[in-house]
Structures are given as structure tokens and as C-alpha cells.
Nanobody, 121 residues
Framework: QVQLVESGGGLVQAGGSLRLSCAAS????????MGWYRQALGKQRELVAT???????NYADSVKGRFTISRDNAKNTVYLQMMNLKPEDTAVFYC???????????????WGQGTQVTVSS
């Protein structure tokens, strides 16, 4: 079974930076879209950013200009560089990927376990 393993969360002061990483746990055939979502306490999960296998990106308006998503296709890894963090960015961040485990099996959506990001004022 494929697992998405996240790392890089933590506690940071407002204005600080963090870099999240998410890697697929085993060799796979292909990954289409990869992305990051977040869920603040008491709120619904929301899109942060996505990136296609070709490198096209999409961002939530609230993070444009502050967050950068990137990926290393050879390592099956997606990154989220977060700068100028604000207290309202505090949330559990989840990695998401559309993965075809082997040729012919079709694409399926996978989620990471989540990593906490806390921004203090």
C-alpha cells in the first residue's frame, strides 16, 4: 500500500518560514497532481496549493505570494515552502496525491497523516 509521509511542521513565530515535505513511501508507476490542504480547528479542510506532473501550479488566494509548491518527480516528493507565516495559517497540513501504483491499475487519491503547523503572534 502506498503511504504519503509528511515532515517539516512545527511551531514558528509570525513572519517566520517553514518547509513541508511529503514523499510516497514506495516505488510507484506515476503521480499526477500533488497538493497540500489544511484544516484549522473547527473549520473545513481547504486547498492550499496543487502542482501537476508538468509543473503547473495553483494556489489559494490567501497564500499567493507567500507559499511556493514544488515537486521532485524522481523522488516522488512534493514540497511546500511557506514564508511570512501568519497566525491564521495555523492548521494541520495534509499532503494529497493522485497516484497510479502500477501500469493499468488506474489513479487513486491518497492522503498523508497530517502535520501540525502553529504560528504564534
Amino acid at each position: 500500500q502506498v503511504q504519503l509521509v509528511e515532515s517539516g511542521g512545527g511551531l514558528v513565530q509570525a513572519g517566520g518560514s517553514l518547509r513541508l515535505s511529503c514523499a510516497a513511501s514506495r516505488s510507484i508507476f506515476s503521480i499526477n497532481v500533488m497538493g497540500w490542504y489544511r484544516q484549522a480547528l473547527g473549520k473545513q479542510r481547504e486547498l492550499v496549493a496543487t502542482i501537476t506532473s508538468g509543473g503547473s501550479t495553483n494556489y489559494a488566494d490567501s497564500v499567493k505570494g507567500r507559499f511556493t509548491i514544488s515537486r521532485d518527480n524522481a523522488k516522488n516528493t512534493v514540497y511546500l515552502q511557506m514564508m511570512n507565516l501568519k497566525p491564521e495559517d495555523t492548521a494541520v497540513f495534509y499532503c494529497n496525491a493522485e497516484i497510479e501504483r502500477a501500469y493499468g491499475l488506474g489513479r487513486h487519491e491518497y492522503w498523508g497523516q497530517g502535520t501540525q503547523v502553529t504560528v504564534s503572534s
